[in-house]
Structure formats: structure tokens, C-alpha cells
């Protein structure tokens, strides 16, 4: 049963039988932070997390912006991962573009910096970086844990990017369950939210 009515127009039970599977667990707001962390609410109740940045605006220009995760005992934030980076460049002027292609610099080799999910990211008034981050079974202790990303930024130029990232961290045998995201220079506003998927 979807709902159920009481004769006079009045339905019950709407939530409960209209439940999607993508539930919000955590808003958090930042305003001139220097980091923003989930410390809790990552474990085994859900095989599959997302994370949404939005509008994310960096006090210092050209900021690059990045996320890494750690284990419960863990503090650091500096997982061993490999990662991928591909992006697409467009300007406003059209002077200058960049199809979409394999970015060396930005990728890691089982590397424990924190990851690039958008580059040289402007601080303008009206400057942000927006996407969405997947984590794949981040509690499970039998496999790798695996990651993407997609976000759109307006770079310094100005110009569009588009970037692609995937990879995983090479532990099989803890969970993890935190995760941090921050500019690598300066503090920045904006708003990220953590789902759960069932």
C-alpha cells in the first residue's frame, strides 16, 4: 500500500510508501572554514555514499580543491590511494580550450596526499566549485575501497572546468570512516551534504 485514506481526503502512510532510496544524512554550512569533516555516520549501514559540494568558494585564488579519508583510529587523513584525472577547459573569451583528456599532474601513484577534485579554483564573489563525490563500500575490510567525482569549477582565467576522478585506496582490511574536504591554501565558504544510498 502507496497511502491510505481515511475517506475524507486525508492520506497516511505517503512518506513511508513513497520512500526513495537516496537519503540525506548531514548539511554542513561552512563559513570562512579551513576544513569541513564527517567523522561519523560512514559505516556499514549503506554500501554506497555521496557527497555534494556546493557552491564551495575559496578565500584565496587559484585554490585547489581536494578531499582525502581516514580510518576510525585515524586523524591524519592520508590513506594510501591511486587515483585518475581527466579534464575540459573552455574560457570565457574563447580564446582558449582544452578538450577533454589525461591530467598527469593531478593523479596519485599509491600516494597519501589528499586528492584534486578541482583546479585553480577563482575566490571572485560569484566564483564556486559545485560536483558530487561516490564512495563504494567504504566499511567493507575484504576489498579496496573505491571512489569517483565529477565537478565543474570557474577556474582563474576565467574559464570552465569539467573533471573527472576515480580511483581507490589500497586498504582491504579497515574501514574508513572519515572523510575531509578542504582547499589546499585558505579558508573557504559553501555548502556540503552526505547521502546514503540503499
Known amino acids: 500500500t502507496l497511502w491510505t485514506s481515511d475517506g475524507s481526503g486525508n492520506l497516511s502512510s505517503v512518506n513511508a510508501g513513497l520512500k526513495g532510496n537516496l537519503l540525506l ?7 570562512d572554514q579551513a576544513s569541513v569533516s564527517f567523522t561519523s555516520g560512514i559505516d556499514s549501514t549503506y554500501d554506497l555514499y555521496m557527497f555534494k559540494f556546493i557552491d564551495v568558494n575559496p578565500a584565496t585564488n587559484s585554490a585547489n580543491w581536494t578531499f582525502q579519508m581516514d580510518i576510525a ?34 593523479d596519485q601513484q599509491q600516494g597519501t596526499g589528499f586528492q584534486i577534485l578541482a ?31 565529477r565537478s565543474g569549477a570557474m577556474r582563474t582565467g576565467p574559464l570552465t572546468s569539467d573533471v573527472f576522478v576515480a580511483g581507490y585506496w589500497t586498504t582491504s582490511t579497515a574501514a574508513l570512516t572519515k572523510i575531509q574536504f578542504k582547499f589546499d591554501s585558505g579558508n573557504f565558504d559553501g555548502t556540503i551534504k552526505m547521502y546514503g544510498l540503499l
Open 25 to 31: 544524512l548531514n548539511t554542513t554550512n561552512a563559513t
Open 119 to 149: 583546479q585553480n579554483v577563482m575566490n571572485d564573489a560569484d566564483a564556486s566549485v559545485c560536483g558530487e563525490l561516490f564512495l563504494f563500500s567504504p566499511s567493507n575490510t575484504s576489498f579496496i575501497k573505491r571512489f569517483c567525482a
Open 73 to 106: 583510529s585515524g586523524s591524519s587523513y592520508n590513506q594510501t590511494m591511486t587515483s585518475t584525472f581527466f579534464r575540459a577547459l573552455h574560457s570565457e573569451d574563447d580564446t582558449s580550450t582544452a578538450t577533454l583528456g589525461y591530467d598527469t599532474g593531478n
